[in-house]
């Protein structure tokens, strides 16, 4: 398909990595121990086994990270998020090439632009902080916890209505919708499943 100026005049989400993601791309030519590849198989089956193919791409882009996690909950959290975040940014500039103003592809823009902008600003900064905590030292009614859950739900209702209302329908014509699918579907799974179904347990309970 030929693409020309698109229709879809919002301005261009940034692509400048956010200063948390810092904290584990060092660590991408680190190999992981095998017991940190199989916490995150484990955690990526457990979590997304309603959809085999979510799990199989949590695992694939969590895999990169596996010496950064190496078995902790919640740094697996602040990775799949940056993942996702990443994943849509790019969905968003690639709809720009289609629809019409005014369409339901619009509004899909806009919550992805707005998605990716509170990740930015406060969602990943928050993961960052949560991911220095130990497994076991996290509460549910943590401050940070309760931000992360709120603004992830929201992401979830947001992107589920994006992907019924149309954005299943061109798929084929914007693979970055199918990352992006995966992608938010094993964030929202991991981090509101409980923890206790994610075999092995994490060997790294005392993480710093």
């Known amino acids: 398909m030929k693409h020309q100026k698109p229709l879809l005049q919002h301005p261009k989400i940034t692509t400048a990595t956010p200063p948390i993601v810092a904290k584990f791309t060092s660590y991408h030519n680190t190999k992981p121990k095998p017991e940190a590849k199989d916490f995150i198989r484990a955690g990526c089956n457990e979590t997304c086994i309603r959809r085999p193919d979510a799990a199989r791409a949590c695992y694939e882009l969590l895999l990169l990270y596996a010496a950064f996690i190496n078995g902790s909950y919640n740094r697996a959290s602040l990775a799949i998020a940056t993942v996702m975040v990443s994943k849509l940014a790019d969905l968003a500039d690639d709809l720009r090439w289609y629809g019409e103003t005014g369409s339901w592809l619009d509004g899909c823009v ?50 589920v209505k994006c992907w019924d209302g149309g954005l299943k329908r061109i798929k084929d014509r914007a693979p970055s919708s199918i990352v992006a699918d995966h992608s938010e579907y094993a964030t929202a799974a991991i981090f509101f499943r409980p923890r206790p179904n994610w075999t092995p347990q994490s060997p790294d309970e005392k993480n710093p």
């Open 110 to 159: 806009r919550v992805l632009e707005e998605a990716v902008a509170g990740a930015r600003v406060q969602a990943l900064p928050t993961l960052g902080r949560m991911s220095a905590i130990a497994d076991n030292k996290l509460e549910g009614k943590d401050p940070d916890f309760l931000l992360i859950w709120n603004w992830l739900r929201s992401v979830d209702n947001n992107f």
